[in-house]
């Protein structure tokens, strides 16, 4: 049965952050609200939470798991960045957008894209999200919170804990967020490619 926390939206208390944290060092898979939707998010390294994440989303190795992280300093350590592109994400973070890029050797094999070597990253422009990264003090490896055979994610902290009770550790309620998915922005390539067009204005990238 998954642990339910409520949290105030614009002052998350320190203490159910830090709870939520813990959970996670533990090797938890949570839900969380972020900028756009909710997502499910477990430690970087955690392959029981990777499993778990494929099972629940029914994905295949193709799929790029998102690193959700705090700023464009911890960004840059597990993707690189020419200074082209290093200007165009600056300039859209935070915000609802996930970056796909060549990733660097800080990211674990399993997570990579199994040909381009790649992966997803974002800094969600969400005062929760960004209080559970910061307490965390590491990247949260993550993806979007919707299920087979649904178009709409998930976007009540009551549905998802009833729904998925048993599948993960905990969940992270802080109210109403976003119910668009991320805009999914491609800069592994020769050019630019918007594989998603969702909640981040694709416009300074066309």
């Not at 090797?27 to 629940?56: E, M, N």
């Not at 798991?65 to 973070?93: M, P, W």
Request: charged share 25%.
């Amino acid at each position: 049965m998954a642990k339910y926390f409520d949290v105030h939206p614009d002052n998350p208390q320190p203490r159910t952050i830090g709870a939520v944290a813990d959970s996670i060092r533990s090797g938890a898979l949570v839900a969380y609200p972020t900028d756009s939707c909710y997502a499910l998010g477990c430690r970087v390294g955690s392959r029981d939470g990777i499993s778990r994440i494929r099972s629940i989303r029914n994905l295949d190795d193709r799929h790029h798991f998102t690193l959700v992280c705090e700023s464009f300093a911890q960004l840059g350590q597990y993707v690189h960045i020419d200074n082209n592109v290093f200007r165009a994400i600056k300039a859209a973070t935070p915000g609802s957008y996930t970056f796909i890029l060549p990733a660097t050797k800080e990211v674990p094999r399993q997570l990579l894209h199994p040909k381009k070597k790649t992966v997803g990253v974002r800094i969600p422009d969400h005062v929760v999200a960004q209080s559970l990264l910061a307490e965390l003090g590491e990247p949260l490896l993550s993806s979007t919170l919707l299920l087979p055979d649904e178009t709409d994610p998930l976007t009540q902290g009551w549905e998802i804990k009833e729904r998925l009770d048993h599948v993960v550790d905990a969940v992270l309620d802080s109210g109403d967020c976003g119910t668009e998915p991320t805009t999914v922005i491609d800069f592994s390539g020769d050019g630019v490619e918007i594989v998603r067009r969702g909640a981040g204005d694709t416009t300074p990238f066309e």
